[in-house]
């Protein structure tokens, strides 16, 4: 198993930015494939980005396209979320996610993950 623990979020202004932290245990970091979804109350748990166990392919939803940035550095043990240029429908509980299972397609959808972080709060204000 891997137990996964997110930092980094924040209350900032539209237009700003933070970088999300998921830190994962164990050394098999590198064979899950890393996903960040986000909850806003009263909504679904929607996808926000996926990455490969090597890092060399990503997938974004559309709604952050050309603002948020997925990563992982394996020797940390660490995936990334850099959120920029943040809209107040940002605004939710943001989770890390991992995948033990090799996916052909970057899975987008909750229950292709097996585990979970306790979420970051990521509040955007105008």
């Known amino acids: 198993q891997v137990q996964l623990v997110e930092s980094g979020g924040g209350s900032v202004q539209a237009g700003g930015s933070l970088r999300l932290s998921c830190a994962a245990s164990?050394?098999?970091?590198?064979?899950?494939?890393m996903g960040w979804f986000r909850q806003a109350p009263g909504k679904d748990r929607e996808f926000v980005a996926a990455?490969?166990?090597?890092?060399?392919?990503?997938k974004y939803a559309d709604s952050v396209k050309g603002r948020f940035t997925i990563s992982r550095d394996n020797a940390k043990n660490t995936v990334y979320l850099q959120v920029n240029s943040l809209k107040p429908e940002d605004t939710a509980v943001y989770y890390c996610?991992?995948?033990?299972?090799?996916?052909?397609?970057?899975?987008?959808?909750?229950?292709?993950?097996?585990?979970w972080g306790q979420g970051t709060q990521v509040t955007a204000s105008s």
């Open positions: 996610a991992a995948a033990a299972d090799f996916y052909r397609a970057l899975p987008i959808v909750p229950y292709s993950y097996d585990y």
């Open positions: 164990g050394r098999t970091f590198s064979s899950y494939t």
């Open positions: 990455i490969s166990r090597s890092g060399g392919n990503t």
